[in-house]
């Protein structure tokens, strides 16, 4: 083999060139080992707002009747079609899916990957999310295909006088 | 293997639990498994002081 790893780079007579530094207590072990604590300090304070609102799911205070919210008439909605509105709050996406005469279905349709918007695809019988092509079955909102694992979150229906409205979204059964 | 990298581990070994407990949480919070999420919150933050703790016992070990 060649000798290319026997140079010496440059020549030098003081080997202590890399001991005083600037920073020189960021590199080593004890600060490294400060940085690791510092990481662990940053997880449990993160961990708090979760755990605060879990707890406050658990007191029940969660558990907030919504407005009915009419989303659009029978007669405008042929079998087949989805139309999109906004349930519970206004930022937060749903879809309408009529599937026959009586049935309807409805999700909120951030996808429970990354919160894309899944669309329904007539033609395939299918919800796809366009983002990394998960796919959800258009009757139980479970996650078939692609990245998502969970089923998006169902919203119960009502149809009165020939409206349609949305009462709630369902809690998954745990 | 020299002495003084064991707290570098158990720091790095406290570190991945963490991530580990944070992605668990978020996923159950999303399931709506809430005791679940105040499970490993609080693992998540017991890691604090025990990160502390090992630091504070491995920091003076020489090789
Ligand atoms: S966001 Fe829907 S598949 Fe990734």
Known sequence: ?174 | MRRSFLGVIILAAILMMNIIFTQYMVHQYYYENYEKVLIFGGLNIVLFPLAVFAYKKTINMRA
């Open chain 1, 1 to 174: 083999m060649s000798d290319k790893n026997n140079k010496i780079p440059f020549n030098e007579d003081n080997y202590t060139h890399n001991i005083e530094r600037n920073n020189e207590r960021k590199l080593d072990r004890r600060g490294f080992m400060k940085t690791l604590v510092g990481a662990a300090g940053v997880f449990a304070v993160s961990s708090l707002p979760w755990g605060a609102v879990a707890a406050k799911e658990l007191m029940g205070l969660g558990e907030k009747e919504y407005p009915h919210k009419k989303i659009t008439d029978v007669s405008k909605l042929p079998i087949g079609d989805a139309v999109e509105f906004k349930f519970p709050g206004d930022h937060d996406d749903a879809i309408l899916i009529r599937l026959s005469e009586n049935k309807y279905v409805a999700y909120q349709n951030a996808c429970t990957h990354l919160r894309c918007p899944v669309f329904w695809v007539k033609e395939q019988g299918e919800m796809i999310c366009p983002c990394h092509h998960g796919k959800f079955d258009v009757e139980t909102g479970s996650p078939t295909a692609g990245p998502p694992r969970r089923p998006l979150p169902e919203i119960q229906i009502k149809v009165e006088n020939g409206a349609i409205f949305a009462v709630r979204v369902k809690r998954y059964e745990a």
